[in-house]
């Protein structure tokens, strides 16, 4: 009764429901301000492992999926699946990625028995870039605009359908944009309107030193790219192979500057960033 009052209340001052969090418990509650709560949460969450980070998520949100690029996100599908077997899982398919990719995606479904949402971007958003500026226009223009109708909007589509999304972001994956990643984010960039969308990064503080020894300890599915020199894993034509002493991210978008190597996906960093 006290929780409807507060939450009527909370959402006729500020025109949106508003979700928080008890850090002591780690339960959601409701108050008057997010903001201040999230970051409280964060600071307790930030130095938990990833499965604490995870278990939490899953039990504080049934309306949750985890986002999976196809590369080493399978770690957080192995370590939600063995939280709760019915985990969401959804995938964004930009028509451009290697075949090596859509096998990959196969074979983890298979692995692990379970269903993967495959989001695909509008025939005719695609259709008419392609007409107006053919299938390469990203080398020339810069990525954001074929980014925007492959990737984003698919993205914004299917997140409309959640409350909570979970990615495989970590802060060593990009010094330049990635660097301040929280563990926990009030995701205000895709979220609905008058809706809350929190967004969780269990693997913001760990390495990629650290994502491969638990690949291979738990011996998880990888994308057979990656023993082929590939580190960073996106589309097929703005993806290559990295050498020794190369950060994983200059095999992304090479010919642009290393700050706008980000497609928009996580582009809540980069508004707090800036
Ligand atoms: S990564 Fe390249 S091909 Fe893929 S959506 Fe972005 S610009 Fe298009």
């Not at 009527?8 to 002591?24: D, E, P, Q, T």
């Not at 009030?186 to 650290?210: H, I, M, R, Y």
Request: glycine content about 6%.
């Amino acid at each position: 009764m006290v929780f409807d009052i507060i939450s009527r209340l909370a959402k006729n001052v500020f025109g949106r429901k508003i979700r928080i969090y008890n850090f002591r418990q780690l339960k959601p509650t409701i108050t008057m301000n997010d903001s201040i709560n999230i970051t409280d949460i964060e600071s307790e969450l930030a130095t938990k492992a990833p499965q604490q980070i995870l278990r939490y998520a899953l039990e504080n949100h049934n309306n949750i999926a985890v986002s999976f690029s196809g590369a080493e996100d399978v770690v957080l599908i192995d370590m939600a699946h063995k939280i709760r077997s019915d985990i969401k899982v959804f995938s964004l398919d930009t028509g451009r990625l290697h075949a090596e990719t859509y096998r990959f995606i196969d074979r983890v479904r298979d692995h692990y028995n379970i269903d993967i949402d495959i989001i695909m971007p509008e025939n005719d958003k695609v259709e008419a870039l392609v007409k107006e500026k053919g299938l390469f226009s990203f080398y020339k223009d810069d990525h954001k605009e074929c980014c925007g109708i492959r990737k984003i909007s698919p993205l914004r589509r299917h997140l409309l359908t959640l409350d909570a999304w979970v990615t495989g972001q970590r802060k060593d994956q990009s010094p330049g944009t990635r660097a301040n990643v929280p563990v926990i984010q009030d995701d205000k960039f895709f979220a609905k309107e008058g809706s809350v969308l929190t967004k969780f990064n269990p693997l913001s503080n760990w390495t990629s030193q650290q994502v491969w020894d638990y690949i291979r300890a738990f011996e998880v599915p990888y994308n057979e790219l990656h023993d082929s020199g590939y580190v960073s894993i996106g589309c097929e034509p703005c993806t290559r192979p990295t050498g020794p002493g190369q950060h994983e991210r200059e095999g992304r978008w090479w010919w642009e500057e290393a700050t706008k190597k980000e497609c928009g996906l996580h582009a809540v960093n980069i508004q707090s960033d800036s």
